[in-house]
Structure formats: structure tokens, C-alpha cells
């Protein structure tokens, strides 16, 4: 029975250890997405200075109520984790109040069993009554020993009762602190409420300017389009200058192998002969010479200085919409490749406002858009930052979306629109964090960036890439 009792507890002590691990972990994430809250309203606060409603306000709107989800389910995890500690520590608190009455039982009984030699007199006569040495001395170690017990078993006792008072204690503290995030719950689903309303009002007038709306979306298309054909153009011009390079690099290497495997060719005496050859050693015979004389003789030395025409092997033909990168470059393509998942924002805070890919509208029904890249919305005015060292290959500005610098990385290649104060150059190397401008804010006061990866001509989503 003691040892199921102690398992019991060794066992509740393990789940605890885990729980608290886990209510960490969630204390971690709430004061995460606490500081996103603040984050996000203060982009909102600062996109709602010029329009009460725009696109820019519907997407902050939705990600706050995103967040505010997801602040309510961890408060609800928090709130579900207190209860079951209080559970397990209420649980302790019946073991050890078990545990507390069987002490006292059994501290009774000895206490009963103490009254037979309470005076010395019972105890003089309990040790005197031994039949010999031997007995008298048991019956002393005895009266020794039941004394001691009876201490001990008045500390334990003690301590129990001081553990159980602690863990009743523990009980009422889980119970009031379930409470309070109960109620931190209940504040913010109101809050939450309060954002899906303001979001309805923004689709409501947003809906009204559907006209509006299809004007500048094809606008939008019109100056991403113009984007794409400027990216594909960037990245096919490196692409054919990396292929010129790799060509004349083969063909300098097949000249060389040329040269090695060039024929050695006589050379003439200084009165214009050939050596003469034996027949048998086929070497130089010295013996010898044979004298040229006429002109057509002389014509016929001169062919022997050329070799015979040797056919070069064609080399394997390059592969189409491929980089072909130097040592260097390689080097850096690798480097940037590992980066998959790890790599920073290129703001230094904001929220992805609009997905890789194609999707729905948020606002015109049947309205599909296509996004190269991704969108990053942050607060007007904010660094934008190269997320890897490379060499700059373009900076433009495009109308409607303002200034964009391409930045080259071996094979990759990373692009940054919708930015103002541009601080860097075409033919520039850039290390990696290095600012290369700031966040433009457009007629509506929305500010974002659109952030694109490519490899040769394949576009990647970046979330892909990104920290999370």
C-alpha cells in the first residue's frame, strides 16, 4: 500500500513539473501576442489618420482578430491548466490528510500503550520484572526506543499537518488565479467583439466602393505587371551573362586541352632543311641533309609547320533559364539557401497582409488576385532592411508602387517594392541587415512592402523562408 501511495505521488509530482512547463510556455506566448496587440494597434492608429475605412485598416482589423483569437484559446489553456493543478493539489491534499489521521490513530495507540509505564515507578517495576540480563536489557531498548517513536511520530504529525495546511494554501491561490484569467478571458472576448464590429463597418463602406475598388486593383495590376516584366527581365539578362561567361569559359578550356595535345613538329636547320629521319629509329640522321632548293620545295615546309586540322568536341549545350555561377557566387547561393526558414524580415516589425499566391479578393466577390511575393504591412516610415549580402541589380521606380531595388545572391534573387528614400545603387554590394531604404505609405496612409524570392526564374513563396 506504500508503495502505490508513493507511485501516486511520484506521478503527481511528474504531471505537475509538466503543467508548469507548459503554463510557461503560454505566459511565453501571451506576452508575445500581447506585444503584437500593441504592435498592431498602433499600425492601425496610425493607417486610420487619413480614411476611416481602406483596405490597409481591413487587414490590420483581421489580423488583430486574429490575434485576439489566439490570445483568448491561450488564455483558455492557462485557464484550463490552473484548474487541473488546483485538481491534482486538491488530490495531494486528501493524501495527506489520510495520511495526517493515520498518524494520529496510530500516535494515539502509543500514547495509550505510554500510560501503562507512565511513572517511574511502571517503569522500574516493567525492567525489574525481567527474568534476566538479557530480558532487562531488551525491556530498557524497548522503553528507549517506544519514546523515540513517540517523538517522532509527534513530528510527523507535525509536518503533515504544516504540508497540508501549505497545499490547501496552493489550492485557494490556483483557484483565485483561474479566476482572474477568467475574467481577463471575458474582457478580452469583448474586445474581440469590438473588432469584428469595427471590421463589419469597414466591409460595409468598402462594399459601397466597389467601383472604386475595381479601378485600383486593375491600376495595381497594371504597375505588378510591370514589376514582374522588370524582375524577369533582370533575372534573364544575368541568366545570358552567366552563360556567356560559362561558353567562353569551355571553350578556353577546350584550347587548352588542345594545346597539350598538339603534334610536335620538326624543326628546320638554319640553311632551310628538314632533318632527315631514319627509316628504322625513325630519329634525326645527321649523315644526311636534304637541301631545299626550289620555291615549291619551300611551300611544302611551310604546310608541315601547321598540324592537320583536328576535330573539336562539341561541348554539352547549356541548360535554359540557368545561372551558371563562378566559385564565388556558388558560395553565396549556398550560404543563402540555408536560410530557408530562417531568414529575417526585412522590416523590423508588421504583419503579412496579403499571401503568396493566388486568392480570393478580400471585398469583390469573384474577384480572384495573384501575388508574386508577399505583402508586408508595418507603420509608415519603417527601415526596410536586405535580408542577405549580395549585388544590387536594380533600382527603379514603377508608378504605383513607388521605388524597387532588386538584389542578386548567386542564383537567388530578392526584391523589395513600395519603398521610399532608397539608399543604395545599381552595381552595389550590400551586407546582409543593411537598410536600403524605408516604407512608402500610399494615398490611404497604408503602409507596406511587397517582398519577393526568386531562383534563375522560379518564384518562391517567401513564407517559406522567413522567421517565423
Known amino acids: 500500500m506504500k508503495y502505490i501511495a508513493f507511485l501516486f505521488c511520484l506521478m503527481l509530482a511528474f504531471s505537475m513539473v509538466a503543467q508548469v512547463d507548459k503554463r510557461e510556455q503560454l505566459e511565453r506566448q501571451k506576452k508575445e501576442n500581447l506585444a503584437k496587440i500593441k504592435e498592431l494597434n498602433s499600425i492601425i492608429s496610425r493607417t486610420s489618420k487619413k480614411k476611416i475605412a481602406s483596405l490597409g485598416k481591413l487587414n490590420v482589423l483581421k489580423e488583430q482578430i486574429g490575434v485576439q483569437k489566439k490570445q483568448i484559446g491561450i488564455l483558455s489553456e492557462n485557464q484550463k491548466l490552473l484548474a487541473l493543478e488546483a485538481n491534482k493539489l486538491r488530490q495531494e491534499s486528501d493524501i495527506l490528510a489520510a495520511k495526517l489521521k493515520k498518524l494520529k490513530r496510530m500516535y494515539a495507540q502509543m500514547l495509550f500503550e505510554a500510560q501503562k509505564t507512565s511513572t517511574v515507578y511502571n517503569k522500574l517495576s516493567f525492567l525489574l520484572l525481567s527474568s534476566n540480563l538479557g530480558e532487562f536489557t531488551r525491556r530498557f531498548d524497548y522503553l528507549r ?7 517522532a511520530q509527534a513530528h510527523k504529525i507535525f509536518q503533515t499537518r504544516q504540508d497540508l495546511m501549505s497545499k490547501e494554501q496552493q489550492v485557494i491561490f490556483k483557484k483565485t488565479e483561474e479566476k482572474k484569467v477568467l475574467v481577463e478571458k471575458e474582457k478580452e472576448k469583448k474586445t474581440l467583439e469590438v473588432l469584428k464590429t469595427k471590421e463589419d463597418k469597414v466591409v460595409t463602406v468598402l462594399t459601397q466602393q466597389e467601383k472604386k475598388l475595381r479601378i485600383e486593383l486593375e491600376r495595381k495590376k497594371l504597375a505588378i505587371r510591370k514589376l514582374d516584366n522588370l524582375i524577369a527581365g533582370i533575372v534573364a539578362r544575368e541568366i545570358q551573362k552567366s552563360q556567356e561567361r560559362e561558353r567562353r569559359l569551355r571553350l578556353a578550356q577546350q584550347a587548352r586541352k588542345l594545346e597539350v595535345n598538339k603534334p610536335s613538329l620538326p624543326t628546320l636547320k638554319g640553311d632551310g632543311t628538314l632533318p632527315k629521319l631514319s627509316e628504322k629509329s625513325g630519329k634525326e640522321d645527321t649523315k644526311s641533309d636534304t637541301r631545299i632548293e626550289s620555291a615549291e620545295d619551300k611551300k611544302e615546309v611551310a604546310k608541315a609547320k601547321v598540324p592537320e586540322k583536328v576535330e573539336v568536341a562539341k561541348s554539352e549545350p547549356l541548360e535554359k533559364n540557368i545561372y551558371y555561377m563562378n566559385a564565388e557566387e556558388a558560395k553565396l547561393a549556398s550560404s ?20 503568396f499566391g493566388v486568392h480570393k479578393h478580400p471585398i469583390l466577390k469573384g474577384v480572384m488576385i495573384n501575388n508574386n511575393g508577399i505583402d ?8 526596410v532592411h536586405s535580408v542577405y549580402e549580395g549585388i544590387v541589380q536594380s533600382v527603379v521606380n514603377i508608378p504605383g508602387i513607388n521605388m524597387v531595388v532588386a538584389i542578386q545572391h548567386g542564383d537567388y534573387f530578392t526584391v523589395y517594392s513600395k519603398l521610399d528614400n532608397v539608399s543604395v545603387s545599381t552595381g552595389q554590394r550590400v551586407r546582409t541587415g543593411q537598410r536600403i531604404g524605408s516604407v512608402a505609405s500610399d494615398d490611404d496612409g497604408t503602409a507596406e512592402i511587397n517582398f519577393q524570392v526568386w531562383k534563375n526564374t522560379i518564384r518562391q513563396n517567401p513564407e517559406q523562408w522567413l522567421r517565423r
Open 376 to 383: 508586408i504591412q508595418t507603420a509608415p516610415g519603417s527601415p
Open 145 to 151: 526506543q517506544f519514546t523515540s517513536n513517540r517523538k
Open 336 to 355: 543563402f539557401g540555408a536560410l530557408r526558414g530562417k531568414m529575417p524580415f526585412p522590416v523590423p516589425s508588421g504583419f503579412i497582409s496579403d499571401h
